[in-house]
């Protein structure tokens, strides 16, 4: 058995499938052409480049270009086009213009417009009518004008929310891949509670976190490690910090590594010594709300629902206005992804969606906390992808 298959991975075959899924979505809203938008910015910048051709953005921007029949082409910069033939799923890659630096020259590749590459795939630029555009909140003003001056022709139709939609509901492949990416997730808890202790410092954590997960296999996070004890367990996010763990502390965990470009998600507070008994009130309804929530966990009811269950708890318990954020999530190529399952999302949840419920409380007076878990949407409830405990004492 060979290093690689001894891991779940995206098999190659998945990949034309994603293609016609998104195909058939691009003839029911009459496109002529999809452009997906993908760059190396954390969190939301690479996942329609994974998720169409497994190619993990780096350094320079990306598109796919996909027409309603045929493979996609890729669009890159003049950095980017071997790396990419080297670990995407997609033979066809183009250098784009609109991706290249006004003081870089590259004299040995060759260079087009988007203009020219569809004119290329055999279309008349002149009578493609309407474009699909996935990203389009992360492409820059320059870009985007250097496009619209060169096609003005174009209607550009927002197709963001439907590409999530398409990938909320996980094939196999995809849902075998974010059980081993919540197992990394597990070893880094696992280093933590090893870790933390009076005197430690938030980055000594971190560090422990992020060096078991990487042996676990992780090629990175999610977003960005999150080891806040004390008063820094107050906002809804952190960074860590040189600070020394206290005795009398809570440490606040947010754990989310990233494997084969797909995500799971941890948050707990580890109790050091014996910290204000308002923190352990707290904790005790937000493991209350969690476990409600995930009861009442299926398919075919709005998201809003779930959620609900959990701020209902939180405010009986006279909590509520620390509840800060939406409280369930999809999970997948990103980290948090749409459908996002707050009070005014009316999106249900489906067989197979990977869902986090986190319920926050942050903004207090004696600091935050976020209990997050991962589950997996079955035939009439829902499966926990880890077995974390919640109650951990140093």
């Not at 066809?92 to 991706?99: P, S, Y």
């Amino acid at each position: 058995m060979t290093q690689q298959s001894a891991h779940s991975v995206i098999p190659a075959s998945e990949y034309p499938q994603r293609w016609q899924r998104v195909q058939a979505a691009m003839a029911e809203y009459e496109l002529d052409f999809l452009v997906a938008y993908a760059d190396d910015r954390a969190t939301f910048g690479p996942a329609h480049a994974r998720w169409l051709a497994n190619f993990p953005v780096h350094f320079e921007p990306v598109c796919i270009l996909l027409s309603r029949h045929g493979d996609p082409v890729m669009l890159v910069g003049p950095e980017s086009d071997q790396y990419a033939l080297l670990v995407g799923q997609i033979t066809d890659v183009r250098v784009l213009r609109e991706f290249t630096h006004p003081n870089e020259d590259y004299p040995f590749s060759r260079i087009q417009s988007l203009k020219e590459v569809m004119a290329e795939m055999g279309h008349n630029t002149q009578s493609v009518g309407r474009v699909g555009l996935a990203g389009r909140g992360l492409i820059g003003s320059d870009v985007m004008a250097a496009w619209q001056a060169a096609l003005p022709n174009l209607v550009w139709v927002d197709m963001e929310d439907s590409l999530c939609d398409i990938r909320s509901q996980k094939s196999p492949a995809e849902i075998e891949v974010i059980r081993h990416a919540y197992k990394i997730a597990e070893a880094g808890f696992q280093a933590a509670v090893d870790t933390i202790r009076p005197g430690v410092t938030e980055r000594q954590v971190a560090a422990e976190i992020e060096a078991a997960m990487r042996r676990a296999g992780s090629e990175g996070t999610g977003i960005d490690t999150i080891v806040a004890s004390g008063p820094n367990t107050r906002p809804i996010l952190a960074r860590s910090t040189f600070r020394p763990i206290a005795a009398n502390d809570i440490v606040l965990l947010t754990i989310a590594p990233r494997y084969e470009g797909y995500h799971a998600a941890i948050g707990r507070v580890v109790m050091v010594g014996n910290p204000d008994p308002e923190i352990k009130r707290a904790l005790d309804v937000a493991i209350q709300a969690q476990q409600e929530c995930y009861r009442a966990l299926r398919p075919g009811i709005e998201g809003r629902q779930v959620e609900a269950i959990g701020r209902q708890i939180v405010a009986a318990g006279n909590l509520g206005q620390y509840f800060l954020y939406s409280g369930v999530h999809s999970l997948g190529v990103i980290e948090f992804e749409a459908p996002i399952f707050g009070p005014s999302s009316p999106a249900v949840l489906k067989k197979d969606m990977i869902i986090s419920i986190d319920i926050p409380m942050f903004n207090a007076p004696w600091g935050g906390l976020r209990i997050e878990n991962g589950y997996l949407i079955t035939t009439d409830g829902a499966e926990p992808l880890h077995d974390t405990p919640y109650q951990v004492q140093r």
